[in-house]
């Protein structure tokens, strides 16, 4: 079966070795030079969902160290996100117009390494097509005890399910699903994940010795559109193809 024919049947696809090892080792000093930059910054940088749904699973003083757009920290960074090879593969997924929504840093720290709860990402920037996904570059290991991503195979074709945003039980998903239950992705530095916006997905705390890195990319169709441009950041990066909804209003914040 190949990639696409997986995802669309599962909602997810791994792909292995997109990166080189001397690429990655690149990339992974970039990170943690970001880190660095958020630990002196004296901001807020723990993203701990803090959901009544994961604390059974994880200690108090759990964390995530997080920031947006991190192709606004390096160029390194922003090559990457136009990587070609990368581009080709979410091509085959959603079409040749590819934008660029956000991009992700995540740094699960040992032993304390926060639990994401199962969720969909449709809630937080949702499109009217639903051709949303995201592609998570793994710059270092990812096994079960780091907090691998976990999935939920075909849950996408639930389709939206309402309030699935990971911050209170619902039905619909956590009366049938648990992090416990779901498959876990391991992965290799190098490979990236890709899932659909409707897929449900979460991870387990990280009680390891070793940080969990993860860059995630949001991407969807140059041909679809955001329901609320107001919700979360689109940075509207036309990284192939074209954007048919762009207009000066939505590409400037220009209001009048």
């Not at 960074?77 to 070609?84: A, P, T, Y």
């Not at 969720?119 to 570059?137: C, E, G, L």
């Not at 860059?215 to 950041?233: A, C, F, P, R, W």
């Amino acid at each position: 079966m190949s990639k696409a024919a997986q995802f669309k049947k599962t909602g997810y696809a791994l792909e292995k070795g997109i990166f080189s090892i001397g690429e990655i080792e690149t990339l992974e000093n970039e990170f943690d030079q970001i880190v660095t930059q958020l630990k002196k910054s004296d901001e807020n940088i723990n993203a701990r969902w803090g959901s009544d749904l994961t604390r059974h699973i994880e200690e108090s003083d759990s964390e995530v160290i997080h920031t947006h757009n991190i192709q606004s920290y390096s160029s390194i960074m922003l090559n990457m996100v136009q990587n070609k090879t990368l581009l080709n593969l979410v091509a085959f997924l959603i079409g040749q117009d590819i934008i660029l929504h956000h991009t992700k840093l995540f740094c699960k720290p040992p032993k304390k390494g926060s639990a994401f709860p199962l969720h969909q990402d449709w809630s937080y920037f949702p499109t009217q097509k639903n051709s949303m996904i995201a592609a998570v570059v793994h710059l270092s290991d990812s096994t079960e005890d780091m907090g691998c991503f976990r999935v939920v195979p075909e849950s996408h074709k639930l389709g939206k399910i309402k309030n699935s945003d990971g911050h209170s039980h619902v039905p619909e998903i956590h009366d049938y699903y648990s992090l416990e239950t779901a498959l876990p992705i391991e992965a290799e530095k190098g490979d990236v994940l890709f899932f659909h916006c409707c897929t449900i997905h979460g991870s387990m705390p990280n009680t390891s010795d070793h940080p969990r890195k993860t860059i995630l990319i949001q991407l969807y169709s140059g041909k679809d559109s955001i329901v609320d441009e107001n919700q979360h950041t689109n940075v509207q990066l036309v990284l192939r193809g074209w954007n048919y909804q762009a207009t000066r209003e939505s590409t400037g914040n220009i209001k009048s």
